[in-house]
């Protein structure tokens, strides 16, 4: 292996959706120095990675000094001549985080000064809190903030026939978990919260006999609610029943 090794593999722009703060996993291979011939002295078991913040997705003029370091990567599992003869392959994963960023993107670059690695992926991903409805009101997509252990206050809106009882609010940790519940919403009168909605209730008010009515024809209408069907049958026991009694 040769000396003063500095070989670079860059990435291409990647946008940051708006996001403060990014996540980077890494799963690769490592060999073992020792079990390299001619390795001890020149051969390294880490690599660097770096990041440049910029709004042009065409920057390909980046020097090697602009970019600023993330870590040194090290690998947990190495892997020796005898793994390879069993076709085994011991991959390292590995997760960095960077942030606040402040630009739209951004690329990512790895250094390599001496080491006999193989990068199989890269995935770039941020955090962010689900949208979701608690206590009638709609908390909508929000994506963490640059802080580690901030917590981002989020107002919610009242679904659809529903007031406030006290403003909404939640807050968005940097897990991307809902904390700390505050206000709700209510439903209006004459609405019913159901699954998480303002229904409209179906309240029966009745004058008299239903029945009675001139054009009924054994079928009672409550409102706004479906209509349940009689028997024809059922009057004409009741009008038996009131002659009767006459």
Same mark, same amino acid.
């Given at each position: 292996?040769?000396?003063?090794?500095?070989n670079w593999l860059l990435t291409s722009w990647i946008?940051?959706? =708006?996001?403060?703060?990014?996540?980077?996993?890494?799963?690769? &291979?490592? !060999?073992?120095?020792?079990?390299?011939?001619?390795?001890? @002295?020149? *051969?390294?078991?880490?690599?660097?990675?770096?990041?440049?913040? +910029?709004?042009?997705?065409?920057?390909?003029?980046?020097?090697?000094?602009?970019?600023?370091?993330?870590? &040194?990567?090290?690998?947990?599992? #190495?892997?020796?001549?005898?793994?390879?003869?069993?076709?085994?392959?011991?991959?390292?994963?590995?997760?960095?985080?960077?942030?606040?960023?402040?630009?739209?993107?951004?690329?990512?670059?790895?250094?390599? /000064? =001496?080491?006999?690695?193989?990068?199989? #992926?890269?995935?770039?991903?941020?955090?962010? *809190?689900?949208? /979701?409805?608690?206590?009638?009101?709609?908390?909508?997509?929000?994506?963490?903030?640059?802080? #580690? +252990?901030?917590?981002?206050?989020? #107002?919610?809106?009242?679904?659809?026939?529903?007031?406030?009882?006290?403003?909404?609010?939640?807050? %968005?940790?940097?897990?991307g978990e809902w904390l700390v519940p505050i206000g709700? %919403?209510? $439903?209006?009168?004459?609405?019913?919260?159901?699954?998480?909605?303002?229904?409209?209730? $179906?309240?029966?008010?009745?004058?008299?006999?239903?029945?009675?009515?001139?054009?009924?024809?054994? /079928?009672?209408?409550?409102? @706004? *609610?479906?209509?349940?069907? !009689?028997?024809? &049958?059922?009057? /004409?026991?009741?009008?038996?029943?009131?002659?009767?009694?006459?």
């Amino acid at each position: 292996m040769e000396q003063n090794q500095n070989n670079w593999l860059l990435t291409s722009w990647i946008s940051n959706e =708006g996001a403060s703060r990014i996540f980077i996993e890494l799963k690769f &291979t490592l !060999r073992d120095c020792n079990s390299l011939p001619g390795g001890l @002295g020149t *051969c390294k078991e880490t690599f660097n990675m770096y990041y440049f913040e +910029s709004n042009d997705e065409n920057g390909r003029n980046i020097k090697e000094n602009q970019y600023i370091k993330i870590d &040194t990567i090290a690998a947990d599992e #190495s892997f020796t001549e005898l793994d390879l003869g069993d076709r085994v392959m011991k991959l390292n994963t590995e997760v960095r985080d960077v942030g606040p960023l402040s630009k739209k993107g951004f690329y990512l670059a790895f250094q390599d /000064v =001496g080491a006999c690695i193989a990068l199989v #992926s890269v995935r770039v991903y941020y955090k962010k *809190c689900p949208s /979701v409805v608690r206590h009638l009101a709609v908390f909508p997509d929000t994506i963490t903030g640059a802080d #580690s +252990s901030q917590l981002l206050e989020v #107002s919610g809106a009242c679904v659809n026939h529903s007031v406030t009882e006290e403003p909404p609010r939640m807050h %968005c940790s940097a897990e991307g978990e809902w904390l700390v519940p505050i206000g709700k %919403c209510v $439903c209006q009168a004459g609405y019913e919260e159901k699954n998480g909605t303002c229904q409209g209730s $179906c309240v029966v008010m009745c004058l008299g006999h239903p029945l009675e009515r001139p054009g009924n024809h054994g /079928v009672d209408f409550m409102g @706004g *609610c479906a209509p349940i069907f !009689r028997p024809q &049958t059922e009057d /004409v026991e009741r009008k038996s029943k009131e002659a009767q009694k006459e």
